[in-house]
């Protein structure tokens, strides 16, 4: 069982910077994969980043490479989001996740935080 616990979001201008984290519980933490999900009102949960569990390895949406960025500790088992250069269409609650095989896909995670909102005004 994974318990995850973000923590982070909040108000703030275009442009600014937040930093999100997302606490696991699991003691198998250092050999998941942990993904970064975003859900805005009315869309779909998407993809925002991914991480294996070396860190060697880290995967990016189109809309957010370059901005963000996901990185990980494991002896903390916690994973981070820094995002920067934050823009309005980055309003979304956002979710990590933990998988243990690499995905981009929502369906195929079993285990979910229950999300930070990030608002971001313009």
């Known amino acids: 069982q994974v318990q995850l616990v973000e923590s982070g979001g909040g108000l703030v201008q275009a442009g600014d910077s937040l930093r999100l984290s997302c606490a696991a519980s699991?003691?198998?933490?250092?050999?998941?994969?942990m993904g970064w999900f975003r859900q805005a009102p009315g869309k779909e949960r998407e993809f925002v980043a991914g991480i294996t569990w070396s860190g060697a390895r880290t995967d990016y949406a189109d809309s957010v490479k370059g901005r963000f960025t996901i990185s990980r500790n494991n002896a903390k088992n916690t994973v981070y989001l820094q995002m920067n250069s934050l823009k309005p269409e980055d309003t979304a609650v956002y979710y990590c996740?933990?998988?243990?095989?690499?995905?981009?896909?929502?369906?195929?995670?079993?285990?979910w935080g229950q999300g930070t909102q990030v608002t971001v005004s313009s």
């Open positions: 699991a003691r198998t933490f250092s050999s998941l994969y």
């Open positions: 996740a933990a998988d243990p095989f690499i995905s981009f896909k929502t369906r195929d995670y079993d285990y």
